[in-house]
Structures are given as structure tokens and as C-alpha cells.
């Protein structure tokens, strides 16, 4: 069975600091990982995912991960966060295929400091 | 992009009464979607696996008779939620996966059910 562990269900960041939201995977078979966005009563915008390529993936808004098989980690960075960032951020994991549930995180709330 | 639409957006309903909500993939042909719930400050939970033509796989501890799926077309599949009660309040999410080959699943905004 896959999941997915996300470490600090609330992280504050200054404006202009670094962001890194943290996520561990488990997987019995090599993982998709995904890092979703989601605005209040909205619903999930992909920021980006790993599908077995490069490790270092970039995604939108600035935001990029690492997949780090020996630490089973995909965490989620920024180097400099803007106010507009404050959001749920969501780590998730499936087996790839392209009807493969998604298991997702518990979720991590991003909040921005002025 | 590959757009998933959601119908209702938002919806309020009595008590013992059913509610239906469409998932509609706009722009691409959808095999299979999926049927989340997301409680409030909480992560999103799979409810049921929708494949068009066949039944719906649900995850287990969804009640199948509560939560009725059909995925009549490759692009719309509902979600009933039969004889709703206010515990059924809740956002659902659907997604939908392209027919053609590939690693991403694509997410309606949701839908907002109140029962009251």
C-alpha cells in the first residue's frame, strides 16, 4: 500500500523567506509523486510531479521538489515566498498508471507573515 | 489544459432528500474519474473509482447505496448521495483520467453539499 506523510499540518514563513513543506512516501513499486495547491473552497491545482525523470522538478509559481529515493522524501521548496503563497499544500503519491488512485497527505497550511 | 467541471458548485438540501452532482470532462475523453470528500481542514479521502460502462470500485467503508455513481459517458460522471444527512456535508472533488496514456489526473473545483 502506498502513503504519504506530511511533517507540520501548519508552517509560517516571513515574505521573502524560504518555503519547504516536507513529505515522505511510502511505495512498494517506483512512485508518481505529486505536490497539489488548494485555495480555500476551491478545488486542487497540480504545482508539479515526478514521474521517474529528472529528480529535481520544477513546477509553477516558482515552486520546485526533489525526489530523494534513499530518504524516501519529496519536499516541496521556494526560495522566496510571497504573501500569495498562503494556501493548503498537498503531497501525493500513485503507482503511475494513468487510472491509478491518488493517495494523498493530510495536507500542510502554508501561512505567510508580512 | 484538460478542464474538469463540476455541477453544482454549491448546493443545500434538507435532510432525507438525494442530491446529484455532475463531473464533467470538457475538452478530453475520461475512462475513468474518481469521487473524493474532503471534510473541513482535512485531506481529501477516495471515496470510488468511476470506469464508464462498468460499476464504480468504492474504497472501503463508502456505502455503495448511500453514494451512487454512474459514469454513463466518457465525459460525465454523478454522484447521488441518497436520503442525505447532515453528516453527508461535505466538499467533493471529482478528478478524471484521460483515455489516452498518461500520469495525471485532472480536478473539478468541487462541489460544496450543506444538509441541513
Known amino acids: 500500500a502506498q502513503s504519504v506523510t506530511q511533517l507540520g499540518s501548519h508552517v509560517s514563513v516571513s515574505e521573502g523567506a524560504l518555503v519547504l513543506l516536507r513529505c515522505n512516501y511510502s511505495s512498494s513499486v517506483p512512485p508518481y509523486l505529486f505536490w497539489y495547491v488548494q485555495y480555500p473552497n476551491q478545488g486542487l491545482q497540480l504545482l508539479l510531479k515526478y514521474t521517474s525523470a529528472a529528480t529535481l522538478v520544477k513546477g509553477i509559481n516558482g515552486f520546485e521538489a526533489e525526489f530523494k529515493k534513499s530518504e524516501t522524501s519529496f519536499h516541496l521548496t521556494k526560495p522566496s515566498a510571497h504573501m500569495s503563497d498562503a494556501a493548503e499544500y498537498f503531497c501525493a503519491v500513485s503507482e503511475g498508471r494513468r487510472d491509478d488512485k491518488i493517495i494523498f497527505g493530510k495536507g500542510t497550511r502554508l501561512h505567510i507573515l508580512p | 489544459g484538460a478542464v474538469v467541471s463540476q455541477h453544482p458548485s454549491r448546493v443545500i438540501c434538507k435532510s432525507g432528500t438525494s442530491v446529484k452532482i455532475e463531473c464533467r470532462s470538457l475538452d478530453f475523453q475520461a475512462t475513468t474519474m474518481f469521487w473524493y470528500r474532503q471534510f473541513p481542514k482535512q485531506s481529501l479521502m477516495l471515496m470510488a473509482t468511476s470506469n464508464e460502462g462498468s460499476k464504480a470500485t468504492y474504497e472501503q467503508g463508502v456505502e455503495k447505496d448511500k453514494f451512487l455513481i454512474n459514469h454513463a459517458s466518457l465525459t460525465l460522471s454523478t454522484l447521488t448521495v441518497t436520503s442525505a444527512h447532515p453528516e453527508d456535508s461535505s466538499f467533493y472533488i471529482c478528478?478524471?483520467?484521460?483515455?489516452?496514456?498518461?500520469?495525471?489526473?485532472?480536478f473539478g473545483p468541487g462541489t460544496r453539499l450543506t444538509v441541513t
Open positions: 478528478s478524471a483520467a484521460p483515455g489516452l496514456a498518461g500520469d495525471e489526473q485532472y
